[in-house]
């Protein structure tokens, strides 16, 4: 695009959007140019920030028209690039943020419809002032949008007992890549009336269209909620206490998450404020959440019951129930932060896999001999929702090691051994995270070419002059 070009394109960008909703200086650019991780840092050719569907929509029209591909951003909390521009200066950069009304709230549909840039905690927040549940929980739950989660198919810590992103969503509203608005806001959960848009839709990373509202599934709140930390000797025990309670505790178990004590040792040295509620020792810990209809007492029963036996057996070496409100959230602090305390700590070589769960201490085992073989002194900071098969299995660079070039010169070598373990095991690379712009040639190597056949043939049907989120998903 030349300068000419460019100026007739802003200027009618303002006409639509207003001169305050169009960025395009150096400073007012940078905090959208760069990925959470500090990672990617692009050059948009301005952002624009709409103010509802209407304009979406209008945007994407005048971008269709002058040929200018645009890149949705909703809350930037992303960790594969997959909201980030490209350095050309070509790219227009789509701020979904000012899209943030809740629509509706329906107890008797069990439904809350919210627009894309709606945070994940304020959905959380209406609907538990409407006494109802929105069960989807994530550690950037105060920053990412309801957008963005949809378009990478967000799991979080509630998979295990009620799905991921696209489980927990009856239908979209999205604007397509020639600006043509789709009403697929829905509260029926029986709908067989041709494809399934919606589910094509998400976890798309905004590669076909832009998701602009949801209709999400609502769920009574339970009458209690009970957390529990136990210490477990090897991941294979973490699996077996899983299959108990899952027999013992059936849907009430909503949380079960694995980290291994470099984690946890890793938050106290950068959060020394957040106090484990027992002496880690034990290499693994096992984060267990039961949701309880009848209450507190019950839930206390039948989690002590299953901690006691666990015990009895060998399966867990140690465990501390919470006793209070306070308790439980400083249980869930310390996994939360993981991911900030490796930020801290410096660059790292992410990895978001998932494996079956009767294979998940096999894995373990196995890849973290391939990856300390191929890197010494490399840190293994392994955590996730075992509950659901999906470990965060990142490598920390060795202490007084300079972070940055340990990834460059590493992370290749490492992504091939873990990847590979992975698909071999029948798992994914790429659990909850995405592809983005980190992941395609991870994509290219693993998928089918009859899959990726299919999957380019869906994107050139809708999105023939490839405007939406080039370099995403799938590779140009």
Not at 80 to 94: F, I, K, S
Request: glycine share 10%; net charge negative; charged share 15%.
């Amino acid at each position: 695009m030349n300068l000419a070009d460019r100026r007739l394109f802003l200027d009618a960008l303002r006409a639509l959007l207003g001169t305050s909703h169009v960025l395009d200086a150096a400073q007012e650019l940078t905090p959208y140019a760069r990925d959470w991780r500090g990672r990617y840092h692009g050059q948009p050719l301005a952002v624009a920030l709409p103010g509802d569907t209407a304009e979406v929509a209008e945007v994407v029209q005048l971008c269709a028209t002058h040929g200018v591909p645009i890149v949705p951003q909703g809350g930037n909390t992303g960790l594969v690039g997959g909201a980030t521009p490209d350095a050309t200066g070509t790219q227009l950069l789509l701020g979904l943020k000012r899209l943030r009304r809740i629509r509706a709230l329906s107890v008797a549909d069990g439904v809350l419809v919210a627009e894309a840039g709606c945070i994940l905690q304020s959905v959380q927040e209406a609907a538990q002032q409407a006494d109802m549940l929105f069960p989807l929980s994530l550690a950037a739950e105060g920053s990412a949008t309801i957008g963005g989660v949809l378009s990478t198919n967000a799991g979080g810590t509630a998979v295990l007992r009620y799905g991921t992103a696209r489980a927990l969503c009856l239908g979209l509203e999205v604007v397509t890549a020639q600006g043509q608005v789709w009403d697929g806001l829905s509260s029926l959960r029986k709908d067989n009336t041709g494809y399934d848009l919606r589910d094509l839709l998400i976890g798309a990373e905004g590669t076909l269209g832009i998701i602009t509202a949801a209709s999400l599934q609502l769920f009574a709140q339970p009458a209690a909620q009970l957390t529990a930390l136990s210490l477990v000797a090897s991941v294979r025990d973490a699996v077996d206490l899983l299959q108990q309670a899952r027999a013992s505790l059936g849907a009430g178990l909503t949380g079960f998450e694995l980290m291994s004590a470099h984690c946890l040792q890793l938050v106290q040295r950068h959060f020394p404020q957040l106090r484990l509620p027992v002496e880690l020792a034990a290499p693994w810990c096992v984060l267990l959440e039961l949701s309880d209809s009848e209450g507190g007492v019950h839930a206390q029963s039948r989690l002590e019951s299953l901690l006691g036996k666990a015990i009895e057996r060998g399966q867990v070496v140690d465990a501390a129930v919470a006793q209070t409100l306070a308790q439980a959230q400083a249980m869930w602090a310390l996994r939360e932060h993981i991911p900030l305390a490796q930020a801290a700590e410096g660059l790292n070589i992410k990895h978001d896999i998932a494996v079956p769960i009767s294979r998940m201490a096999a894995f373990v085992e196995s890849t973290a001999e391939l990856v300390t073989q191929a890197l010494p002194g490399a840190r293994l900071i392994i955590f996730g929702h075992l509950g659901d098969g999906n470990l965060h299995y990142n490598v920390q660079a060795p202490l007084d090691v300079d972070a940055a070039k340990f990834l460059d010169r590493h992370q290749e070598t490492c992504n091939t051994i873990v990847h590979d373990a992975a698909i071999a095991c029948g798992g994914s690379f790429s659990a909850e995270h995405g592809v983005g712009q980190l992941k395609t040639a991870e994509l290219a190597r693993y998928k089918s070419p009859v899959a990726l056949g299919m999957m380019r043939a869906i994107k050139v049907a809708l999105d023939p002059q490839g405007i939406m989120n080039p370099g995403k998903v799938i590779a140009s």
